[in-house]
């Protein structure tokens, strides 16, 4: 059955099979005609652009309806260019868009950067623009101005953009519509100022010039007279109108004369100069010097004078200035004056003073000249002698007094050495050592200096020598002094004595001999000091009594080999820190009137804070004692309890 049914089955499909195969190639058939059909129809609309060109009717549209605008706008050169975007360059837009550029003059001009009114119509250029791409647009150049773009999509054209002659303020009388309104909707009036057009441009120059010429000064002395000159010129192109320059001079000058110029009308109110240009000043053209003649204060304390000149005018926008400085020369003048040889005389020896002088300065020092008037003990020998100086003066007179004068200018740097040969009298009689000073002062017409040892201004320079006499030359003198202490240390509240022994190491006799003694702070005299042959005085420097000054005059000259010596008794303040300082320092001074130099001697005594302090003491040695203190007590009250404790056991028992 399985076999026979199959056999009918494949039978029964063969009528099937034939009609399927007839349907497919019918199908074939159908798309072979559609697909002829559909490149017939390509080819037509490829045809159509053709068609339009020999003015046949065309099947799409040719224009652009709803293009997208933008611009641009420059505001220094007033060039704009307009966009219209949305399809291929050069393609025609549907609708136009009409621009006109429009140029007005400012009828007032003034420097400022905001418009002025009224306006008057100066030119336009007029666009169409009517293609898709990037259009540029301008207005007439304007001197003094403003541009304006004005737009439109009105089938009026230019018509629509009428514009009246005058405007006389913003939008009156009505303007058409301006660019970025037509395309956006919205925004102000769209222009541009250039108000640096409306002006000119100034150039100012101040110059520090000598009185009456054009040649620039250098560094100026107090009390020197020059001008201030101000040179104005109009570098734009456009006259500036009412042209002014205000000048105010500084502190330290005063206007000595009228300030003038070509052209110019000046007025001096205190220090301050005004001067207004009587006409308009060309483009280019420089106008006439200004001279302020002006003298310097001798009392100016600054190293330079600052000064400025302002410009103006009504039509340029920034006034403009320039400062000149005058530096301030100060020559300068100094003296230093010398011992030539040894500064120990006796009566009837020879030596020189040295008399440096000299300019630190920064200008030259002027009618410089040096003073010098001897102690009446010394006697002018001959005339002193410097190259370039003239020194006058009594030559054998005692006391004299030396005058040399520079007959140039002494330079800046330059230093001058000038030797006043002198000598000591010889019938001076000197029985101890004298001290002589001796002073020079050097003056200049121009120069003032400020110094504590100053004399009118002058600087002075001073030098000593020292005057011997003869004995002592004769049979030299000798002085020597040794302090010792009666202990080595103390403690605060103790006290000790200070030995002060005075020997003459020479084989002249030394006289007049003083010792003087400033105790410590911490010290205090518990009586007054005293020796053979000495007279002594105390002098408290506190209320206290401590830190007093002892005094002790040997009342007969002081002979080698009996030296003498003085005893003080002194008492350490109880309360002193010996935590703060471990010693007490001590000084002594001896000084003769035939002993050239002084001598001292120092002492120093220790100063503890107890007996105990010196013992060593540390913290294990505490300790140790301690615990021995209580292991003691310890010990005790165990010795007690077991007493105790014992003693009633007996009783029971």
Not at 148 to 176: H, K, M, N, Q
Request: contains cysteine.
């Amino acid at each position: 059955m399985p076999v026979f049914a199959r056999s009918k089955h494949r039978k029964n499909l063969r009528p099937r099979l034939a009609a399927a195969a007839t349907a497919v190639i019918g199908g074939l058939l159908l798309s072979i005609v559609a697909n002829v059909a559909t490149t017939q129809t390509a080819d037509a609309v490829l045809q159509q652009p053709l068609a339009v060109s020999h003015g046949l009717t065309p099947h799409t549209k040719t224009c652009l309806t709803n293009p997208q605008w933008s611009y641009t706008w420059n505001d220094e050169t007033g060039v704009a260019s307009i966009t219209a975007a949305g399809g291929a360059a050069g393609k025609r837009l549907c609708v136009p868009l009409y621009v006109r550029a429009v140029s007005w003059s400012y009828d007032n001009p003034v420097a400022t950067t905001t418009p002025s009114w009224p306006q008057s119509f100066s030119g336009k250029n007029d666009y169409t623009i009517s293609t898709v791409g990037t259009h540029p647009v301008s207005a007439p150049g304007v001197t003094c101005g403003q541009d304006d773009i004005y737009a439109t999509f009105s089938s009026a054209g230019f018509d629509a953009l009428r514009i009246d002659s005058v405007l006389t303020a913003p939008g009156v009388p009505l303007e058409p519509s301006f660019l970025h309104t037509v395309i956006a909707g919205s925004g102000s009036a769209w222009h541009a100022d250039s108000p640096a057009q409306c002006g000119t441009a100034l150039e100012i120059t101040k110059s520090a010039v000598a009185s009456s010429t054009e040649t620039a000064v250098g560094a100026l002395e107090p009390d020197a007279a020059f001008d201030y000159t101000i040179a104005v010129r109009n570098s734009g192109a456009t006259s500036a109108t009412d042209l002014t320059v205000t000048d105010t001079i500084p502190d330290g000058l005063t206007i000595t004369g009228d300030a003038a110029g070509g052209g110019w009308s000046c007025v001096t109110t205190g220090n301050a100069v005004s001067c207004d240009y009587d006409s308009a000043l060309e483009g280019g053209v420089t106008a006439a010097v200004i001279r302020v003649p002006v003298t310097l204060s001798s009392a100016v304390t600054a190293d330079s004078v600052v000064n400025s000149a302002t410009a103006c005018a009504s039509n340029v926008i920034e006034c403009v200035t320039d400062e000149v400085v005058v530096t301030i020369a100060r020559p300068g003048l100094a003296i230093v004056k010398t011992v030539s040889g040894a500064d120990a005389l006796v009566p009837g020896s020879e030596f020189a003073y040295g008399i440096t002088v000299s300019n630190p300065g920064s200008s030259p020092a002027k009618d410089v000249v040096v003073t010098d008037t001897l102690q009446p003990q010394l006697r002018l020998t001959a005339l002193p002698t410097a190259p370039g100086w003239t020194c006058t003066g009594p030559v054998g007179a005692a006391g004299a007094t030396v005058t040399c004068t520079k007959s140039d200018p002494l330079l800046v740097t330059e230093a001058a050495v000038i030797g006043v040969p002198v000598s000591v009298i010889d019938s001076l009689v000197v029985t101890k050592v004298i001290t002589v000073p001796n002073t020079a002062k050097a003056c200049a017409s121009n120069v003032k200096v400020a110094s504590p040892t100053a004399v009118n201004g002058c600087p002075t320079s001073t030098v000593s020598v020292r005057l011997l006499p003869e004995l002592a030359v004769l049979a030299p003198a000798g002085l020597d002094i040794l302090k010792t202490a009666s202990v080595a240390a103390t403690l605060p509240g103790g006290s000790y004595s200070y030995t002060l022994l005075v020997s003459n190491t020479d084989f002249g006799d030394t006289l007049d001999v003083v010792v003087t003694d400033t105790l410590d702070p911490r010290l205090k005299l518990s009586g007054v000091p005293g020796g053979s042959g000495w007279e002594c005085t105390i002098t408290h420097n506190g209320d206290n009594g401590f830190g007093a000054t002892f005094e002790c005059a040997l009342q007969q000259p002081l002979v080698n080999g009996d030296p003498r010596s003085i005893v003080a008794k002194v008492v350490v303040d109880a309360g002193a820190d010996y935590e703060v300082s471990a010693t007490i320092p001590n000084t002594v001074v001896a000084c003769a009137t035939n002993v050239l130099d002084c001598v001292q001697s120092s002492a120093s005594v220790a100063l503890s804070g107890s007996q105990l302090s010196t013992l060593p003491f540390t913290g294990v040695e505490a300790v140790g004692v301690g615990a021995i203190g209580m292991g003691a007590l310890t010990l005790g009250l165990g010795l007690v309890l077991l007493g105790l404790a014992r003693r009633p056991q007996r009783q029971l028992r």
